[in-house]
């Protein structure tokens, strides 16, 4: 189990208003990762991280910022939320597995709704 | 940039009949890993088997098989003996090998197993 924890599960908030998300894991894993997942679009890459305030962008990086500032936690905040940012997001971990590969793991999701 | 393309949206299959769900890849790295992930209904993203570019043999776990042709640029699931558990969001989906930059996902195939 990688022990990862997604904050809060649910959130509805209004347009313009704006939102962090929590992703919190207790295993020391060095690289994180924000997703989104939409009907027809499958889990898209928005932010990751390398380390302690090590990031970068994604492939929909626009209206999301993040920080790492300590290796356990990797915040995801929409500055002014708009409605196409409603959505599933998920984070994650890799990990490298005894084979010598890296594997992933994904939080539970948090279901954000901008109305 | 990598790219996963998954061109059946949706499948019904009869219970205990096998199932073939396609992906194809694209890349100009020599060195990638190659995964599948299940999505139930309740949202969880569930790892169920990984290729390495470089394994010769296909990738085998329980009722799952990776059916991996490289020249094709291939990477589909089998899965034997479906099941009515089996029903869900699968999602194909890429890395680079490195663990660093996350995973690239295709647009996910519904499957649904009638009895």
Known sequence: DAGITQSPRHK???????VTLRCHQTENHRYMYWYR??????????????GVKDTDK?????????SRSKTEDFLL?????????TSVYFCAISELQGSGHYGYTFGSGTRLTVV | ???ITQTQ?????QEKEAVTLDCTYDTSDQSYGLFWYKQPSSGEMIFLIYQGS?????????????????????ANLVISASQLGDSAMYFCAMDSGGGADG???GKGTHLIIQP
């Open chain 1, 12 to 18: 509805v908030t209004e347009t313009g208003t704006p």
């Open chain 1, 37 to 50: 997942q939409d009907p027809g679009h499958g889990l898209r890459l928005i932010h990751y991280s390398y």
């Open chain 1, 58 to 66: 994604g492939e929909v990086s626009d209206g999301y910022s993040v």
């Open chain 1, 77 to 85: 905040t929409l500055e002014s939320a708009t409605s196409s940012q």
């Open chain 2, 1 to 3: 940039a990598q790219k």
């Open chain 2, 9 to 13: 949206p949706g499948m019904f299959v």
């Open chain 2, 54 to 74: 470089y394994d010769e043999q296909n990738a085998t776990e329980g009722r799952y098989s990776l059916n991996f042709q490289k020249a094709r640029k291939s």
């Open chain 2, 103 to 105: 995973l690239t996902f």
